[in-house]
């Protein structure tokens, strides 16, 4: 297949349902980890399609949700001194921090710009040299390249106001991290596809080996979301615990050597906090010693207030797949898009925003 609209036919979206169904026997649980994936299932009705032994639960797989409050707290810090430029992607903006957000921030007066590409930010700082411009560097294995580009393009342009708000994470330890949990109800994964492009396929062996749960790499297209599922239930249904690849299109085993390079470069595995998932070993980057000079936490000292999360929220059992957006009292009453008490209603990625956006209330 060459064209988008192929892997949305219907035609061939039902006969992909009916081998699902051909093949149940009994219940099972699918986590999808990305938020992608989460807001095309929503979208294309791919759920509804299922037979009623299958259930999705949705995933970390949202990097706006699953930054800590502490990190909004300290970019909404930066983007009120004055002399400092904070550059985001725009679905950050409206996420909450303690009691506010980077949108109130700005309309108050601080300078929040929005930009598409960490090397927009690096632009700004050569254009503004008397300004401290911070790009906050929120995200997964698939946009570490970027990050990583945009500081050695800094470097190479001698620029001393420049720095990463680094707050990356990575998919296979939460995976692990939900697989642990007393709570956990995840039988098997469809894992990320474009995390895999980058990263290739290795880790995710031993994951489904130690944990004995299926995981397909899968796209994000109806009929790949569709055969990823197809095949996480044959190997259910036949008791096989494997790593397989759904995406071939795009995935190799041993990713992309070219973006795994220039992350290793610049960031190292460190340590983590998690939105609803807590503090996860091994489960992020940070920016390696000889790129301390653009690490904003080093950079800048910061007073760390205790952080205020709405009581209502229910967004860490949202992302860990032990309840879906519907089952928060919040959804839609009290939390709604344009008055957000957590990120997944308000992410682009997030699965409440999803289930609010597509599924009428
Ligand atoms: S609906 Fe709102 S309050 Fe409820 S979990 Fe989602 S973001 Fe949090």
Redesign the pocket.
């Known amino acids: 297949m060459k064209y988008l609209d192929e892997y949305r036919d219907p035609k061939a979206a039902r006969t992909l349902a009916k081998s699902i169904a051909r093949r149940v026997t009994r219940p099972w649980t699918i986590m999808e980890i990305c938020g992608g994936q989460t807001h095309a299932i929503v979208r294309f009705g791919i759920d509804e399609m299922l037979p009623d032994e299958i259930t999705l639960v949705h995933g970390p797989g949202c990097p706006v949700c699953v930054t800590p409050v502490e990190r909004i707290d300290r970019a909404l810090e930066l983007a009120a001194r004055p002399g400092v430029i904070l550059c985001s992607f725009g679905d950050m903006l409206r996420v909450p921090g303690s009691g506010r957000d980077l949108l109130s921030v700005k309309a108050a007066g601080g300078d929040v710009r929005v930009v598409y590409s960490p090397l927009d930010a690096v632009e700004v700082a050569e254009k503004h040299p008397d300004a401290q411009v911070v790009f906050f560097a929120v995200g997964f294995e698939t946009t570490a390249p970027a990050n990583a580009m945009a500081v050695k393009e800094a470097k190479r342009r001698g620029l001393d106001n420049f720095s990463l708000l680094v707050s990356h994470v990575l998919v296979p330890p939460a995976m692990e991290a939900i697989l642990a949990a007393d709570d956990n109800r995840v039988q098997g994964f469809l894992a990320a596809g474009h995390v895999c492009t980058v990263m290739g396929t290795q880790a995710y062996a031993p994951i489904a080996a130690r944990h004995r749960v299926p995981i397909v790499v899968t796209g994000f297209e109806p009929l790949d979301l569709l055969q990823g599922i197809d095949m996480c239930i044959a190997q259910l249904e036949e008791g096989r615990s494997e790593c397989e690849n759904q995406y071939v299109r795009s995935v190799r085993e041993g990713g992309n050597p070219a973006a795994m390079s220039v992350i290793e470069d610049v960031f190292e595995v460190a340590d983590r906090d998690w939105r609803g998932l807590g503090s996860i070993p091994t489960s992020g980057f940070r920016l390696r010693a000889d790129y301390a000079a653009f690490d904003a936490d080093a950079k800048f000292a910061f007073a760390d207030e205790p952080t205020e999360e ?1 009581t ?4 860490g059992e ?1 992302l860990r797949g032990v309840k879906k ?1 519907r089952e ?5 009453k ?2 709604t898009p344009e008055h ?6 308000v992410s682009t990625e ?3 925003a999803a289930y609010y956006k597509f599924r009428n209330l």
């Open positions: 709405s209502e929220c229910i967004a949202i957006p928060c009292p919040a959804f839609g009290n939390c957000p008490l957590g990120a997944p209603m997030g699965a409440c």
